[in-house]
T-cell receptor
Framework: DTEVTQTPKHLVMGMTNKKSLKCEQH?????MYWYKQKAKKPPELMFV???????INESVPSRFSPECPNSSLLNLHLHALQPEDSALYLC??????????????FGEGSRLTVL | GEDVEQSLFLSVREGDSSVINCTYT??????LYWYKQEPGAGLQLLTY?????DMKQDQRLTVLLNKKDKHLSLRIADTQTGDSAIYFC????????????FGTGTKLQVIP
């Protein structure tokens, strides 16, 4: 199983809503990532978790709240978002240390529209 | 600095070779990568090269690395319509987790 599964695929929310994006992998990877991708732009790193602990927060606004409840799951809780937060949110995972090539395994993404 | 630059667009005819170029900035990168993104999808690793290599060939793909000029290229032989996508080069210093910097992306259009 080399899949990273993201749900939902599409999400439309108002600025006062609270919603969550979910990500799951069963490859035994101990590093998981959230990226944000705007149209025609490269993915931008938001958060990195290693061994279920937050390792990197790239100065992301607090209206985005990540959570890693266990080694297979990664959530992104959304609250009071702005229209400019509309984007494709990509989850990825990778091995941690050891003999590895640093490959990131990406999910298909959750396309978020904020009205 | 961590700017990784690519040309925005490349158009080729089916059956021709495509060459996508990338200029990176971090000379301490351990690995350099090429990822492919099809419309509405996530990114998929196509190939990678270790920083102490000059060239890597993988079926229709050839990666060339010029460390002196910090230049990376991807050649796709016999380009097919299914190769139409956005291609991102990326660099990473491999350690624990990966702090990957992606290039600006090149949209490859294959004309039948």
């Amino acid at each position: 199983d080399t899949e990273v599964t993201q749900t939902p695929k599409h999400l439309v929310m108002g600025m006062t809503n609270k919603k969550s994006l979910k990500c799951e992998q069963h490859m035994g990877h101990r590093a998981m990532y959230w990226y944000k991708q705007k149209a025609k732009k490269p993915p931008e790193l938001m958060f990195v978790y290693s061994y279920e602990k937050l390792s990197i927060n790239e100065s992301v606004p607090s209206r985005f709240s990540p959570e890693c409840p266990n080694s297979s799951l990664l959530n992104l809780h959304l609250h009071a978002l702005q229209p400019e937060d509309s984007a494709l949110y990509l989850c990825a995972s990778s091995r941690y240390r050891g003999r590895n090539t640093g490959e990131l395994f990406f999910g298909e993404g959750s396309r978020l529209t904020v009205l | 600095g961590e700017d990784v630059e690519q040309s925005l667009f490349l158009s080729v005819r089916e059956g021709d070779s495509s060459v996508i170029n990338c200029t990176y900035t971090d000379s301490s990168s351990t690995y350099l990568y090429w990822y492919k993104q099809e419309p509405g999808a996530g990114l998929q690793l196509l190939t990678y090269i270790f920083s102490n290599m000059d060239m890597k060939q993988d079926q229709r793909l050839t990666v060339l690395l010029n460390k002196k000029d910090k230049h990376l290229s991807l050649r796709i032989a016999d380009t097919q319509t299914g190769d139409s996508a956005i291609y991102f080069c990326a660099e990473s210093i491999t350690g624990g987790y990966q702090k990957v910097t992606f290039g600006t992306g090149t949209k490859l259009q294959v004309i039948p």
